[in-house]
DNA sequence: TTGAAAGCGCTAACAG
DNA sequence: CTGTTAGCGCTTTCAA
């Protein structure tokens, strides 16, 4: 293991008896250069498995080509599905991702804010945490001429590009789905509402009931919990064993409505025939229980892809442009399966 | 938007009229300098809104404080759960991590290696793809002295540090719970092989075979498939057609005992009182089926854990210590669920 | 088309 | 305890 040093164009020069800035040129393709040195350094590169140090050229050239990206939680299929895209059209454009997990808390995506500062990506691409309500840090980022764009998840008054699915619309395409079925009472699972996506995925709820003309007081309830199997499965329990009514439910993702569907039938229920149950996001898993459940499609991967292509966009033309903030909407999908079909329907 | 520059050493310097070593070693807290110089560096620094360039001090120090990983899909949940143990043990350590996803396939894997190499990175933490059967790629790596260390997956004949489970004893454990159950043939849905964890998984099950002096001709089918519930879905309903008996299924992951279970109960089956199901991972979908279905819970995060604490600590020691080549194997667990326990039996 | 020289921001001898 | 100085590996004017 004698390889201490890894090879510099200076050692490929001093081999050629040429200028380093020579080689430089003609690694980067450089047009001032001939085609012959071109040809002769880029072969003893390569010969001499030359690898060229991103560190000193980033330093250089003031640009790490590295985009960062926070999110809550790697593990939500949601998020991995994200980021998968995000690095695909990253790396398509020659640049690397760093990724950090805010585990939705406040102080974690302050200093993982810091984290990729200092690291000097180009950009950052974030789905905040839930309990962001503070937003010093994000504007910190802003301040530093560091873009920040938001995908999925936003925080409302922030001036910047966002990338995000038209939740609300279908969240009320989701309900009227529900009501047609002639339900009686609605129990929503609801997520905190201070997120943004939860916000809008509420407020279709009411746009479905007020374009159906039908009371919310009487004919929906609504409970916020923690969007995961126990949680949900432990709210159901407590509403039969309050005896709360309900025919439908409607849990703001998949995970919830799972436990939903799991706690009724461990209550007697049968899904679709007594209670329907509805989910949110389109998880693998969602359509693999019995019964299937109707659920909402996010084009996560699609998101993720056009979050890096904006930003990739934005950071190369930044010399030029004004800080563009613009809206990015991507249509997400009902997927109607047995949950949500009474038989006497079919 | 004017602050074009953002503030380095030397303007915190010039601000407090002392020298920018000084400087340094104050936000360094290095002990050759005056408790009251850096209370007022650091002060300074702080009211500067001073972020360090890390791409400055990385290239003087060579060492990224940056650690690269490599896994086949980061939308598996076992692989963003182990990501998600190594990304807090590097961040409790100081470390970045990147990371490339190399969709199994073994040009990208080395296309993710040279952009680690030149990203700097001090090491690498990688589960190799499927079709790795050239290992130059990575033997690159280790001949530029940045350590490569396998986790979870790994290759036959490359002599480094490996964090693995037991994946055989389990797997034996949970054939031998299966023979238990009185079966009298065990169908097998395998993966590829090749793959270090797939053979020692069918390794296992001759072992519990041999350990009860079963003869595997007659009482064992085995099929190499691609392991999610499509390829799974397919092979099952492949044997049922073409009348092959069983009466038991271990798949070797849970999607593809998903698979397997929904074909099975489509073509008329009850698990488990016609069939046993098994799968292998404990995604957390696994107990959410009807039935929920044994499995093998695999420590991902504490893999990831140990992966990084083990990298960290080579790299950080690795100016004294020899090329250490060391394999840690962690304990998997059998989970026995409904899927696997005749009516009968219970 | 090529070479010389300067410098990105930081750290680490070495002096004082 | 603090300052001086040099240099990590690369890119980029400016001159030739």
Not at 312 to 330: G, H, K, M, P, R
């Amino acid at each position: 293991m004698e390889n201490k040093k890894s090879v510099t164009i200076h050692d490929i020069a001093k081999e050629l008896k040429i200028d380093s800035s020579t080689v430089s040129r003609a690694l980067n393709n450089n047009p001032r250069v001939s085609a012959k040195t071109k040809k002769i350094v880029q072969d003893k590169a390569k010969e001499m498995h030359y690898q060229p140090n991103n560190l000193a050229s980033n330093l250089r050239t003031q640009k790490s080509n590295t985009i960062g990206i926070i999110v809550p939680h790697i593990t939500k299929y949601f998020f991995s599905t994200a980021i998968s895209g995000i690095e695909e059209e990253a790396h398509k454009a020659g640049y690397n991702v760093i990724i950090c997990q805010s585990k939705d808390s406040e102080e974690l995506e302050a200093k993982n804010i810091n984290t990729l500062i200092s690291s000097r990506v180009d950009g950052i691409l974030i789905s905040p945490a839930i309990k962001t309500s503070k937003i010093d840090h994000i504007e910190t980022a802003m301040k530093r001429n560091v873009p920040i764009f938001f995908f999925d998840r936003y925080i409302k008054g922030i001036e910047t590009t966002k990338v995000i699915t038209d939740d609300r619309t279908t969240s009320k395409e989701l309900t009227l789905h529900l009501l047609e079925q002639g339900i009686q009472k609605l129990g929503v699972l609801a997520g905190d509402t201070k997120v943004s996506i939860y916000d809008n995925r509420v407020k279709g709820i009411y746009d479905a009931f007020k374009e159906s003309g039908l009371n919310t007081e009487s004919k929906l309830i609504l409970q916020q919990i923690k969007l995961d199997v126990d949680d949900a499965h432990d709210a159901i329990n407590n509403w039969v064993q309050n005896k709360v009514t309900f025919d439908a439910i409607f849990a703001m993702n998949d995970m919830a409505a799972i436990g939903a569907q799991i706690a009724l039938q461990e209550n007697g229920y049968k899904v679709p025939d007594d209670i329907l149950v509805a989910g949110f996001s389109n998880e693998p898993i969602a359509k693999l229980v019995s019964p299937p459940i109707t659920t909402v499609h996010q084009p996560a991967a699609e998101i993720g892809k056009l979050a890096a292509k904006k930003i990739i966009n934005y950071i190369q033309e930044s010399d030029t442009s004004i800080l563009a903030s613009e809206t990015a909407v991507l249509k997400s999908e009902l997927i109607i399966r047995a949950s949500t079909e009474k038989k006497s329907t079919t």
